[in-house]
């Protein structure tokens, strides 16, 4: 990707992290980026096309990352794997907190976004945890009960904090998107898969 193209997609992050998808105009993105905003047509189509290739990328680069694990780990316990997938979910979204926020929030708003671009990603992001869960279920080293509800709950650990920053700080005393925060969040979901799927 050319020079021109990562300064608008870095703008725009910087913008909607902090004014929001609405509330960030093409005209603002190519102020932050120094170009002429006849580029961000050009490149993208429009303040759309710059959202929605924010979120494939995110998208993409997670599941990739997910591959990639998947075929290291294929061997370990399912219970220790479970870890693995969720420290990655955790570390990633860290890592990438300003479009983890943007996504969050269009989420749970359901905005057009959510519904029109969000759904097929949404649904391959959770299908990494249910396919552990799952197989864990299958095998008899997890407990048999719904892996929807277990899933739901644990993206909601997950997410929670990138919606609400300040509560993380006044409540837990921790910076969020630290590795201090990664590591407490990552922790407390696997204190709840344990309760949840493994036999007493």
Same mark, same amino acid.
């Given at each position: 990707? +050319? %020079?021109?193209?990562? /300064? &608008?997609? @870095? ?41 929605? $290739? ?6 993409? $680069?997670?599941?990739? /990352? &997910?591959? *990639?694990?998947?075929? *290291? ?15 990655? =979910?955790?570390?990633? %979204? ?11 929030? *269009?989420?749970?708003?359901? @905005?057009?976004?959510?519904? *029109?671009?969000?759904?097929? =990603? ?10 552990? &869960? ?6 008899? +080293? ?5 892996? +929807?509800? #277990?899933?739901?709950? #644990? &993206?909601?650990?997950? $997410? ?7 509560? #993380?700080? %006044? #409540? =837990? ?18 204190? =709840? ?8």
């Amino acid at each position: 990707m +050319d %020079q021109t193209k990562m /300064r &608008i997609l @870095s703008a725009a992050a910087k913008l909607f992290d902090i004014h929001g998808y609405k509330g960030t105009s093409v005209r603002h993105i190519a102020e932050e980026a120094q170009v002429n905003s006849a580029l961000i047509s050009y490149h993208f189509q429009g303040k759309q096309g710059v959202l929605e $290739t924010l979120i494939a990328s995110y998208f993409d $680069t997670l599941f990739r /990352r &997910i591959e *990639e694990q998947e075929t *290291e780990c294929k061997e370990i316990p399912l219970f220790e794997r479970l870890e693995k997938v969720v420290a990655l =979910y955790v570390s990633f %979204q860290c890592e990438h907190a300003p479009i983890t926020r943007l996504i969050q929030r *269009e989420l749970s708003v359901e @905005s057009m976004l959510a519904r *029109e671009v969000l759904t097929l =990603y949404i649904s391959r992001w959770k299908h990494g945890l249910s396919r552990v &869960i799952e197989q864990g279920m299958a095998t008899g +080293d997890f407990l048999p009960i719904s892996s +929807d509800r #277990v899933v739901l709950a #644990v &993206i909601s650990q997950m $997410t929670y904090p990138f919606l609400q920053a300040q509560m #993380v700080r %006044q #409540v =837990y005393d921790l910076e969020p998107y630290s590795e201090e925060f990664a590591l407490w969040l990552q922790a407390s979901i696997m204190r =709840y898969l344990r309760a949840c799927l493994l036999p007493t």
